[in-house]
């Protein structure tokens, strides 16, 4: 069947209209007529996979990596850059009303941190739709050295393992190694100097529970159970733009949410008489405690609790920053916020469609300022966003 690609839909799949019903297909590009295979028929929608390309977009590139087709670690490798930077501003348009700016950070290579699913020895992420391992040997997105590690285990497959990998490296290139499961070749991996800090099923076999990362002038101790950025560009883009907001600002109490190991708390601590951290991960707030020592900070507190136990305890906040996980906010915590009216509130925030649901709570209190998009996961249709909320006068 033939159709005509209408426009990008929100995750970046081409949207075509059979018979006025919308159909999804995958890697196709606005303006292309492409010949589809329709693979799930739905009342309202239907999905489709390109068989044949009958008219190519100038857009269209060759994708740079073969398992492009059956893996779903990143939607945009057949698409110009150009192309990618153009819908995810179009997309905080739509969702958020407009765009100020967009940071760049690296095309390939970024990210820092990837998890593996491994099934009878073979390792690779998850198919999107169907949980089908798709076996891997390298990522374009991954750091370099991280691909070593995923062509050394590939090296040394064991039918018998199925578990999980978590490969991180740091700004020093070392390489902290998890893995859960049960792996024969383990101890092997003891001898070999790409690894540095190896953790089997949570005992550590090799070096440390954690790294030390290094982002401009700082220092953050990141156990191997906490959160820290994938893009450690991006992560200094975002620090750059908050340097660049705040550096007129004088400010008395300030809250960090969600705050992981404080990246963040530590660097609003030079704008803020107070910083309050809350994080409710034992082992973030554990590296938050320690990151105050490492960064001779004395005006941060680290509190570890979930943010909606402890939100409704404060008043006469200057600034909230809020950094939560792809659900968004809470109600309570929203509420608390609402009611709190802090001159000033920071939203960062990796899911469009969760922020735009939250800041429809806080406009009855707070003005969007200012949206700029940190392209923190190039190549995917996900894209850091950074609000700047106002209390209306
Ligand atoms: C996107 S990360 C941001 C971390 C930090 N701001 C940073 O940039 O490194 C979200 C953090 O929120 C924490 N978290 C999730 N739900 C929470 C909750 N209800 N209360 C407190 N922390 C929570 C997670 O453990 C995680 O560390």
């Known amino acids: 069947m033939q159709v005509k690609i209408e426009k990008f839909d929100d995750l970046g799949q081409g949207l075509a209209r059979i018979d006025n019903k919308v159909c999804f297909i995958e890697k196709s590009i606005p303006d292309e007529v492409v010949d589809i295979d329709i693979t799930l028929n739905k009342k309202d929608y239907s999905k489709g996979k390109i068989k044949n390309i009958i008219l190519e977009s100038k857009d269209r590139i ?6 492009y087709h059956e893996c779903g670690g990143c939607q945009f490798l057949h698409l110009k850059d150009s192309k990618e930077k153009e819908f995810k501003i179009e997309k905080a348009k739509n969702y958020l009303g407009w765009c100020d700016n967009f940071f760049e ?34 990522c374009y997105l991954l750091n370099k050295k991280i691909n070593l590690v995923i062509e050394l285990l590939n090296n040394n497959l064991d039918s018998n393992f199925n578990g999980e990998i978590i490969i991180r490296e740091n700004s020093n290139e070392e390489i902290m190694l998890v893995i859960k499961g049960n792996y024969q070749y383990v101890n092997k991996l003891l001898d070999n100097d790409l690894i540095d800090n190896l953790i089997y099923n949570d005992k550590v076999l090799k070096g440390k529970d954690y790294f030390i990362e290094n982002i401009l002038d700082y220092k953050f101790k990141v156990h191997y159970n906490s959160f820290f950025q994938v893009n450690r560009l991006g992560l200094e883009r975002i620090i750059k733009i908050l340097d660049k907001t705040l550096k007129d600002k004088k400010l008395n109490k300030v809250l960090d949410l969600y705050s992981g190991t404080s990246v963040l708390g530590i660097i609003l601590s030079k704008y803020a008489k107070r910083v309050i951290s809350i994080e409710e991960n034992t082992f973030a ?13 004395n005006n941060l507190e680290v509190i570890n609790s979930k943010v909606e136990d402890y939100i409704a305890s404060f008043k006469d906040i200057d600034l909230v920053l809020v950094d939560p996980t792809r659900s968004g906010l809470d109600k309570k915590t929203l509420n608390n916020l609402v009611k709190l009216k802090s001159p000033y509130l920071i939203y960062i925030s990796c899911e469009m469609i969760s922020l735009k649901r939250d800041l429809e709570v806080l406009k009855d209190v707070y003005n969007l300022k200012k949206v700029y998009l940190v392209d923190m996961f190039p190549k995917t249709n996900k894209v850091e966003t950074i609000a700047f909320l106002e209390v209306l006068k």
Request: overall charge neutral; some cysteine; proline content about 2%.
């Open 105 to 138: 950070t690296l095309e390939f290579n970024y990210r820092d941190k990837v998890t593996l699913h491994v099934k009878n020895g073979l390792i690779g992420y998850y198919d999107t739709k169907s949980h089908d391992l798709v076996q891997i040997n390298c």
């Open 62 to 67: 060759e994708p740079i990596c073969k398992y």
């Open 285 to 297: 707030t554990l590296d938050a405690k320690y990151n105050l020592e490492l960064n001779k900070i």
